[in-house]
């Protein structure tokens, strides 16, 4: 694995999920990363990835080094333009040069969500990737957040009963424009499993086509959430008008009624979830909301990811 940017750098994605459980099966401090440097760069706040992939690095004996982005020269990502604007210092520069700092490069940005083409292309991360010499981490970029996506796949095998399990993605209200990468990373990764899956939101919420294809979609919550196995709840704003809110209905929450319909099914989110708007209190208080186990698997996802970038690089 030269990059861990989407599932496409993954060759064996079961094997990669064993390789994680393994790992948190590990309780004392491997010295696999010593001598090495984890840079993270965050243009955005966070408090799981930011925390979980320094704990996971320096569970590896490696050195941390993690800026907000804020905090550097603004980033020119443009080849040939003239740089007369605010922007400093170009992307060009500032790949190779955290290199020589840096054995392997975390960074979390955003989409703007004001272009989507824009925000499609991934401009920063792609970019990055074809200047840094050596490997990068994608810790959550315009439209994917695959450290969230292989977390829940841990999450997820730790918790099924059948090989094939029924799997909801469900949209809910939230007052805020939020980005689709969870769906859509979550949608990548799951689709590699033999899982069912069912995705459900209001009119205009559709997602990329890249990403829903073979799933099946449904309008009616009510429908997709019968005899449900996981539960994965998650905002995002629409595509048409493009990073939008043009629903709140707040009929779409999760509610304990709502959870009734289900298998008994286990409730997910990635965090950080708004109580009483996304989901009701005695759904994520429950004892079948797996939320803090998500988080917990970030850690080992995190590790796992590392492991394979020092193993596969150096
Ligand atoms: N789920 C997640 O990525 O959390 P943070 O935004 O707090 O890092």
């Known amino acids: 694995m030269k990059h861990f940017y989407s599932i496409k750098d993954i060759d064996n994605l079961p094997e990669l999920v064993d390789s994680a459980i393994a790992l948190k099966k590990q309780k004392e401090i491997s010295n696999f990363g010593k001598g090495k440097t ?12 930011r925390l979980s992939t ?12 993690c800026m907000n982005a804020g905090d550097a020269w603004k980033w020119e990502l443009e080849e040939g333009v003239v740089m007369d604007s605010d922007k400093a210092e170009h992307i060009k520069e500032a790949a190779r040069v955290i290199s020589q ?3 392997i490069i975390a960074i979390r940005s955003f989409p703007k969500l004001a272009n989507k083409e824009e925000d499609y292309a991934d401009l920063l991360f792609e970019t990055f990737m074809k200047y840094s010499e050596v490997p990068v981490i994608n810790l959550e970029s315009s439209i994917l957040h695959p450290c969230q996506s292989f977390a829940d796949l841990i999450t997820i095998a730790e918790h099924q009963t059948k090989t094939k399990q029924k799997i909801v993605l469900s ?12 769906a859509n990373s ?10 069912e899956v069912v995705i459900t939101h209001p009119p205009g919420y559709e997602l990329n086509e890249r990403f829903t294809q073979g799933c099946k979609i449904t309008h009616n919550q009510d429908e997709a959430l019968k005899d449900a196995d996981f539960v994965y709840v ?3 704003s629409a595509l048409e008008p493009y990073g939008k809110v043009i629903n709140q209905d707040p009929s779409w929450m999760i509610t304990k009624e709502k959870m009734s319909q289900t298998n008994n099914a286990y409730l997910m989110h990635c965090l ?4 009483n708007v996304v989901i009701a209190d005695d759904v994520l208080d429950s004892d079948k909301a797996l939320i803090i186990k998500q988080a917990d698997n970030r850690t080992h996802a995190a590790k796992a990811v590392i492991s394979q970038l020092l193993k596969d690089n150096y």
């Open 38 to 49: 984890l840079v993270m760069l965050f243009f955005n706040g966070s408090l799981r990835t």
């Open 54 to 65: 320094q704990k996971a690095a320096e569970s590896l004996d490696m050195n941390v080094i």
């Open 101 to 103: 700092y840096a054995d």
């Open 171 to 182: 949209w809910a209200p939230h007052p805020k424009a939020l980005p689709q990468a969870v």
């Open 186 to 195: 979550f949608l990548e990764w799951i689709q590699k499993t033999d899982h």
């Open 234 to 236: 998650k905002n995002w």
């Open 272 to 275: 950080p979830v708004r109580r």
